[in-house]
């Protein structure tokens, strides 16, 4: 599978629980909730 197929969804999360979906390279992040 090369590169150009993958959409780049990136979830991350931060040190006090919150997690963020990133779907476009960092354009545009949503907030999606607490993991702690």
Known sequence: ???SNQPG???LYSDD?????ISDH???VNSI???K
């Open 1 to 3: 599978m090369s590169r």
């Open 9 to 11: 969804t990136r979830l």
């Open 17 to 21: 629980g919150l997690l963020y979906i």
């Open 26 to 28: 960092y354009e545009t």
């Open 33 to 35: 909730g607490k993991w």
